[in-house]
Every structure is written in C-alpha cells, then in structure tokens.
Antibody, heavy 118, light 108 residues
Framework: EVKLVESGGGLVQPGQSLRLSCVAS????????MHWVRQAPGKGLEWVSY????????YYPDSVKGRFTISRDNAKNSLSLQMDSLRAEDTAIYYC???????????WGQGTLVTVSS | EIVLTQSPATLSLSPGERATLSCRAS??????LAWYQHKPGHAPRLLIY???IRATGIPARFSGSGSGTDFTLTISSLEPEDFAVYYC??????????FGQGTKLEIK
C-alpha cells in the first residue's frame, strides 16, 4: 500500500522558517517524481513545488520561488520542503503527492498544517 | 500560465441524481486533465486522469469527458459519500501545474 506521511507543521511568526518532511512507503520512492501542494483556509488547491525522481530538476510557482526549497533523500524515502521568509499567506495545509506515470497526482498524504502568525 | 475555470461554484443535488461538473481551460491542453475529490480532513483523491481514464478503485459512476478546452466530470447517480469538493488540474503546459478553483457538491 502506498503511504505518504507529512510532518513538521506548526505555528511560526512571519519571517521565520520551517521545514516539512514527507516519508514514503509502499513503492519505489526513487523512481517517482514528487510534489508539494497546499490549501489555504477557505481556498482551493495550489501547487507549491515539484522535484524529479533523481532530484536534479525542481520547479516552483512565482508565489514561493526564492523562499521555498524542495529536496529529497532517496536512500531514506524522504521528501522535504524548506520554507524561509514565511508570510501570513503561506498559512495552509501542506500535502505531499506522488506523480503517477502519466503525470497525474495519484497518491497524497494527509497533510500538515502550517500557520504563520504573530 | 493556463487558467482553469470550474462551474458551477456550488452544485446542490440529492442522492440518486446526476451531477455534471465543468472545467474550462484558457488554452488547448489536449486531454491532459485530471479530476480530484477532496473532503475536509482527508487527502485529495485522484478520480480521473487524461480526461477520461478512471483511476484505480474509482467506481464506474464517475466518468470524465472532453478535450482541448472544455471538460466534464459526470457522476451518474450520487451516493451520500460523493458530496465533497471537486478540482480539475492540468498538465498540458507546465510548470506551473494549475488547479481549478473547485466545485462544491452539496446535499440539497
């Protein structure tokens, strides 16, 4: 069974940093591309970042570019999201998601809540 | 950036009725469209990919159609567990991946 478990969320002040983790199991993690997607309170889903299977290609939307860094450790079946210079508008539930063979997001974690507030 | 516009924003129906949800892309994306179901407190669930292909384990009452710029998710006969928010998502031209704003399917 494919399983994705996020952790690392919490309450931080604007301008601070936070690192999210996602541990994968039930599949060969090193062969799949991965994403982070978030949902702000009362809002829809927003794509946050992408990383290739080998970790050599990364993409971000303009809203987080330069502040967020996605990375992975294939030896530990782990995906991370380093979030710096956090803003109130980054408050959201953050999901890690696996990209399937035809680029759909076929498995998602339960999410971890990040709250940015003074 | 491709913009996806979903309609209606909210759809009020009763169990047993047919639901038709629309997603329109701002540019031609071929059939590179997926549909997801999302319930509060749960992980989003992939329903349909490549516009028409049901994901593993998805009941046959869910079907997708369309190509180019106009897409439809149809639920043939609503079950109580189908009431949720539904999102479309494109991979026709990325990055960025983009989602529609969602359609809330509520019980009438």
């Amino acid at each position: 069974e494919v399983k994705l478990v996020e952790s690392g969320g919490g309450l931080v002040q604007p301008g601070q940093s936070l690192r999210l983790s996602c541990v994968a199991s039930g599949f060969t993690f090193s062969t799949f591309e991965m994403h982070w997607v978030r949902q702000a309170p009362g809002k829809g889903l927003e794509w946050v970042s992408y990383i290739s299977a080998r970790g050599d290609i990364k993409y971000y939307p303009d809203s987080v570019k330069g502040r967020f860094t996605i990375s992975r450790d294939n030896a530990k079946n782990s995906l991370s999201l380093q979030m710096d210079s956090l803003r109130a508008e980054d408050t959201a539930i953050y999901y890690c998601a696996r990209e399937g063979l035809t680029s759909e997001l076929d498995h998602w974690g339960q999410g971890t809540l990040v709250t940015v507030s003074s | 950036e491709i913009v996806l516009t979903q309609s209606p924003a909210t759809l009020s129906l009763s169990p047993g009725e047919r639901a038709t949800l629309s997603c329109r892309a701002s540019q031609n994306i071929g059939t590179f469209l997926a549909w997801y179901q999302h319930k509060p407190g749960h992980a989003p669930r992939l329903l349909i990919y490549d516009a028409t292909i049901r994901a593993t384990g998805i009941p046959a009452r869910f079907s997708g159609s369309g190509s180019g710029t106009d897409f439809t998710l149809t639920i043939s006969s609503l079950e109580p567990e189908d009431f949720a928010v539904y999102y479309c998502q494109q991979r026709g031209d990325w990055p960025p991946y983009t989602f529609g704003q969602g359609t809330k399917l509520e019980i009438k």
